[in-house]
């Protein structure tokens, strides 16, 4: 199921149309209808995040699939990867209670003193090549 698929499952769970959704999510609804007809490869992620708040899901229940993410993630710019990491963490935290916001905290100190953690400007297309090689890797030994 592609994440097309998904969005319109979701929506028939909450008998809701593509034009409720584009109206909560404040996306124009001749942009969710295009996106839906041409149905490109990467779905845009700047709407998949407004989408999933709506649906009430999270954006990788969106994607579902950790290849369909995986792509996403080999096609956006490094600044962008880096302000889906930042949502992704902020989504995280704030689903956590007062004793995982806290332990969380303790945690992403003690990271941040370690040298292995330390920003590197480099990290984000350093961990890009790490992934595409992996998966290469793993690709060959299916």
């Known amino acids: 199921m592609d994440i097309y698929q998904r ?3 979701l929506l028939r769970e909450k008998d809701m149309t593509r034009k409720q959704l584009a109206a909560l999510a404040g996306i124009n609804y001749s942009t969710i209808a295009t996106i839906f007809s041409r149905k490109p490869k ?3 992620h700047k709407y998949a995040e407004k989408i999933a708040s709506v649906l009430q899901v999270s954006v990788d229940e969106l994607y579902e699939s950790d290849n369909e ?3 996403i993630i080999e096609s956006l710019s ?4 880096l302000e889906v990491f930042r949502h992704k963490l902020l989504e995280n935290f704030n689903s956590l209670n007062f004793t995982g916001k806290m332990t969380l905290l303790q945690i992403s100190s003690e990271m941040a003193t370690m040298p292995q953690y330390k920003d590197n400007e480099d990290d984000t ?3 890009k090549i ?6 290469e890797g793993n ?3 299916e």
Request: hydrophobic residues 30%.
């Open 69 to 71: 993410l995986q792509r």
């Open 125 to 127: 297309i350093v961990w």
């Open 139 to 141: 690709g060959a030994q």
């Open 42 to 44: 990467h779905f845009p």
């Open 7 to 9: 969005i319109d499952k």
């Open 130 to 135: 790490t992934r595409s090689t992996e998966d």
């Open 78 to 81: 490094s600044s962008e990867i």
